[in-house]
């Protein structure tokens, strides 16, 4: 008779874990938001889905032009921008959806119970989707740059994990203080921009003046990419030290991220 | 264990305590679905509007912070027996939304218990969590997820949910091409196509068509026929008299009385005068 599940309001175990066992509970809820995500997009486009590889693939374009024509330089440099790229796109695209979501979800929040993390969680699986579809516009730029298609590329699910961890943890961080701060969503834009240019996206480290070295060293970023473009661009395993500084990266900024977003996730639905 | 009371002593008509009083004595069964002990909830706005992130946080390092309290429930204690049909009644703004939110788990109560037993069908407005551009098949998966139900669940939903909307011609068409009518039954259909313990209705009826109504009222008798605890939150008061056992009357977040409808509707529209 009492195997019906009970809410207890004064029964409270660790948020961070209560959350995550929740989350798993709404998996479905996830799938089904990130395939909306995906589906929405590009339902009344003529090209649909193939803008996800359309996109990034012009970009590339026309930076590459810019650069190996104007400024002078290789042709494999696009594959040096496109890899960046996928990294970078992915990266401000998700933490910037995480809050938006959460934000401009704040409508359901108030109605009925989800786990709050759904929103960055399924923000984040879009978001690894729409880049497993850039690798096909990435092939089609290293075919033609005659940058060599590695097996090494098989390591790719590693660093874009930990781009994944990373992005999470940040979305988590910024919608906690979006709730209370509104201006945040607008603030990030701009500093998104700044932050582009002091990660190594278009240019290389090398390439800057040593006095200013050491800033793209302060930067997460710098790491991460670099972990995802070099089974790419070197064509090349990462060695276990990069591997270890971009992964504790990722992972330490995720779990403060969920453990400060689950314990102030009973607040939202009073804020939203 | 506490026995509800009802915290205003102002109350002129005879209270009737609601463990003794409940109604549902159909089989063995006379179990707690939800129970509120003390519950609290208090909104806590700025008294102020602080102008920018800088201000805020020299503010918050001095503690300087002023917070207009409201206290939008107070006091509540409240128990509702499985089974049982209880009408919320009470002015705009007394309290009875948030209540269904403290019992839909979206808010946690400030101070207070509150214990629910069995699933809540939650107070989603019919068709809120629909997207336009998608088809109304894909709204229904969506939906479903939404309300915590796995990919088989609604699998084995989705002809159910079909059937009781009637709109299997326009199943593939997207949502934006649906007339509101439409909307509102695919709406219906996904939300209420559960075995929910707990059902939370919120002004539904007023939905829909005329026969949209009634197939939505048959519906709610169906559940509780199973033996659902029933939410209604109405200002419908020959609605609530029908259809509940007992009523709540609730005053600027307190419970002024929990009774037989008739008698608390009597004292409410007394107060009203």
Same mark, same amino acid.
């Given at each position: ?6 809410y ?10 209560e959350?995550?066992?929740? @989350? ?44 190996s ?13 496109l890899?960046?790229l ?7 695209q ?8 959460l934000?401009?979800?704040g ?7 989800v786990?709050?993390?759904v $929103? ?29 298609i590695?097996?090494?590329?098989? %390591?790719?699910?590693?660093?874009? /994990?930990? /781009?994944a961890?990373?992005?999470?943890? &940040?979305?988590?961080? /910024?919608s906690? +203080?979006a709730?209370? $701060?509104?201006? &945040? ?5 701009i500093? /998104?921009?700044?932050? $582009?240019?002091?990660?190594?996206? +278009?240019?290389?480290?090398?390439? @800057? ?8 060293h ?6 991460? %990419? ?6 790419i661009?070197?064509?090349? +395993?990462?060695?276990l030290?990069? $591997?270890? &500084?971009?992964?504790a990266?990722?992972l ?21 | ?11 002129? *008509? ?6 003794v009083?409940?109604p549902? #004595? ?7 679905a ?22 805020? #946080?020299?503010?918050?390092?001095q ?9 939008a ?6 128990s509702?027996?499985?089974?049982? #049909? ?6 705009n703004?007394a309290?009875?939304?948030?209540l ?12 207070g218990?509150v214990?629910?037993?069995?699933n ?13 551009e ?9 939906n ?20 009781f ?6 199943i593939?068409?997207p ?18 196509d559960?075995?929910p313990? *707990?059902l ?11 026969t ?24 419908n ?20 009385a929990?009774?037989?409808p ?12």
């Open positions: 008779m009492d195997s019906l599940p009970v207890d309001s004064s029964r409270r175990g660790m948020p961070a874990l959350e995550l066992r929740e @989350l798993l509970r709404y998996s479905n809820l996830v799938i089904q938001t990130a395939r909306r995500n995906i589906v929405v997009r590009y339902k009344r486009s003529i090209l649909g889905i193939a803008w996800t590889m359309l996109n990034p693939l012009g970009t590339t374009l026309i930076l590459s032009f810019v650069f024509r104007v400024f002078g330089g290789a042709s494999s440099y696009a594959v040096y921008v890899s960046g996928l990294c970078w796109t992915f990266f401000a998700t933490t910037s959806d995480s809050m938006h979501n934000i401009w979800g409508n359901l929040l108030k109605r009925i119970y786990p709050r993390t $929103f960055a969680v399924s923000a984040v699986l879009t978001g690894l989707i729409n880049m497993v579809f850039s690798l096909v516009p990435l092939m089609v730029v290293m075919l033609f740059a005659r940058v060599p590695r097996l090494t590329m098989l %390591i790719l699910p590693i660093p874009a /994990l930990f /781009l961890m990373f992005a999470l943890g &940040v979305g988590l961080i /910024l906690t +203080i709730i209370y $701060f509104i201006d &945040v969503t607008e603030m990030y834009t500093l /998104l921009t700044a932050w $582009f240019y002091l990660s190594p996206v +278009i240019y290389r480290k090398d390439m @800057l003046p040593q006095d200013y070295a050491w800033v793209v302060l930067n997460p970023m710098y790491y991460l %990419i670099n972990l995802f473009r070099a089974p661009y070197d064509g090349r +395993i990462p060695v030290s990069e $591997f270890l &500084v971009a992964g990266i990722a330490s900024t995720l779990v403060v991220g969920w453990i400060w977003f689950s314990s102030r996730a009973d607040d939202f639905a009073y804020r939203v | 264990m506490t026995l509800p009371t009802v915290s205003d002593p102002m109350v002129d *008509i005879p209270l009737s305590q609601p463990l009083d409940s549902d #004595t159909r089989g063995s069964n006379l179990m707690e939800i129970r509120l002990e003390n519950v609290g909830v208090c909104y806590r706005a700025p008294s102020e509007r602080i102008p920018s992130i800088k201000e805020y #946080t020299i503010r918050w390092l503690g300087k912070i002023k917070h207009r309290e409201f206290w429930l107070q006091e509540v204690n409240l509702v027996m499985k089974g049982e #049909t209880l009408g919320l009644i009470g002015n703004g309290g009875k939304s948030t269904l939110k403290l019992i839909a788990r979206v808010l946690r109560p400030t101070i218990r214990l629910v037993r069995g809540v069908a939650p107070l989603l407005e019919y068709g809120a969590g629909f997207h336009p998608l088809t109304g098949r894909e709204n229904i998966y969506l479903g997820a939404l309300l915590g139900y796995s990919r088989k669940q609604m699998e084995e939903k989705f002809e159910r949910i079909v059937d909307a009637e709109l299997w011609d326009f593939d068409a949502l934006r091409t649906y007339s509101s009518g439409m909307w509102a039954r695919l709406g219906f259909a996904v939300a209420t559960v075995q313990d *707990i939370i209705v919120d002004e539904v009826l007023s939905v829909g068509d005329e949209f109504q009634r197939k939505s009222a048959d519906r709610m008798q169906e559940f509780r026929n199973r033996g659902a605890t029933v939410l209604l939150v109405s200002h008061m020959n609605l609530i008299e029908e259809m509940c056992q007992r009523a709540a009357w609730l005053d600027h977040g307190r419970l002024r929990v009774g037989k008739d008698e608390v509707i009597l004292a409410y529209r007394r107060s009203q005068a």
